[in-house]
């Protein structure tokens, strides 16, 4: 009876804080695996740029005309809003 409430207390951190956590890890692993060439995205510091390629642990981003860099597929961060998704009304 003892063990009960720290086992309870354990339970409920792990769904308030480490159940989430999980939910985005797991998708932003997918969205990474996801990325093609063509699409056009934000990294995890902000670059917006078009994927010209990519390799397993690469992708070389077109951020300004003539202008490529190469970031880790990873800090690929989340798709690029399109300007209807970014109006207000």
Same mark, same amino acid.
């Given at each position: $009876?003892?063990?009960?409430? &720290? *086992? !309870?207390? @354990? !339970?409920? $951190?792990?769904? !308030? @804080? #480490?159940? &989430?956590?999980?939910?985005?890890?797991?998708?932003?692993?997918?969205?990474?695996?996801?990325?093609?060439? +063509?699409?056009? *995205?934000? /990294?995890?510091? +902000?670059?917006? +740029? /078009?994927? %010209?390629?990519?390799?397993?642990?690469?992708?070389?981003?077109?951020?300004?005309?003539?202008?490529? *860099? %190469?970031? !880790?597929? #990873?800090?690929? +961060?989340?798709?690029? &809003?399109? &300007?209807?998704? /970014?109006?207000?009304?």
């Amino acid at each position: $009876m003892e063990l009960l409430v &720290p *086992i !309870a207390i @354990l !339970a409920v $951190m792990w769904v !308030a @804080l #480490l159940r &989430p956590q999980q939910r985005r890890v797991r998708e932003h692993r997918d969205f990474v695996a996801s990325v093609q060439v +063509g699409d056009q *995205i934000v /990294t995890t510091a +902000g670059v917006f +740029g /078009t994927v %010209t390629a990519l390799d397993e642990e690469r992708a070389r981003l077109l951020v300004a005309p003539g202008v490529e *860099i %190469t970031v !880790a597929r #990873l800090s690929l +961060g989340r798709p690029q &809003p399109t &300007p209807d998704e /970014t109006e207000h009304p």
